[in-house]
């Protein structure tokens, strides 16, 4: 199953880098919002996020299907640092921020809180876990060679806990005015 946890990483930072990188400069102007770094710094940076996002979301995948299994530990391990400083930089931001804050995480838009650091860190643990196992276990690594059964199950486990990872802070923040209708009518 640890192959799935790598996979799940890599298809989040994907999926964000996709979103950034159709947005470019949504993430710079986030970076503006938080007010954590300097301006001459931001758009540098948003760049080099990006690009880091889509190499280790690309190597993580690759390493996730196939292997080798040095290419998981090290992919992971990598993830991790990245959520890892993702975490970080979202808690300081959120405790800076004077107000609803957009996160500009490019997936699961919400305004920065403790769910926006949570899903970050939630995701350095998930690389961490992938990362260890890959680089202290034997045997079979990835998805390769792996009874169709098995495939299946891998795949699903990935994909629902990327999704479901990945808008953890957008499930948390419930806008106003939503309404709940229950059976027995609104409340």
């Known amino acids: 199953m640890t192959p799935a946890l790598l996979a799940a990483c890599a298809l989040v930072l994907l999926a964000s880098a996709g979103a950034h990188l159709r947005r470019p400069r949504a993430l710079a102007s986030g970076m503006a919002a938080h007010g954590v ?3 001459g710094v931001r758009t540098p940076l948003a760049w080099l996020v990006m690009a880091t996002e889509a190499v280790l979301g690309v190597v993580g995948l690759v390493a996730a299907l196939v292997g080798p299994r040095w290419l ?4 992971g391990a990598a993830m991790a640092v990245l959520f890892g400083l993702m975490a970080a930089y979202v808690h300081v931001a959120h405790r800076r921020s004077a107000g609803a804050v957009p ?6 838009e919400a305004p920065l809180g403790p769910w926006v ?3 970050a860190a939630l995701l350095a643990g998930l690389a961490a876990v992938a990362a260890g196992v890959a680089a202290f276990s034997s045997g079979a ?6 009874p169709w059964d098995e495939l299946v199950v891998l795949a699903c486990a990935a994909v629902t806990l990327a999704v479901s990872t ?9 806008p106003t005015g939503l ?3 229950t059976r027995g009518g609104v409340r």
Do not use: E, M, N
């Open 72 to 75: 998981a530990a090290l992919a």
């Open 166 to 174: 990945a808008l953890l802070p957008v499930a948390r923040a419930t």
């Open 117 to 119: 650091t949570l899903r």
């Open 103 to 108: 996160c500009a995480c490019g997936i699961g």
């Open 141 to 146: 690594w990835g998805f390769a060679g792996r």
């Open 37 to 39: 770094l300097p301006a």
């Open 179 to 181: 309404t709940l209708v």
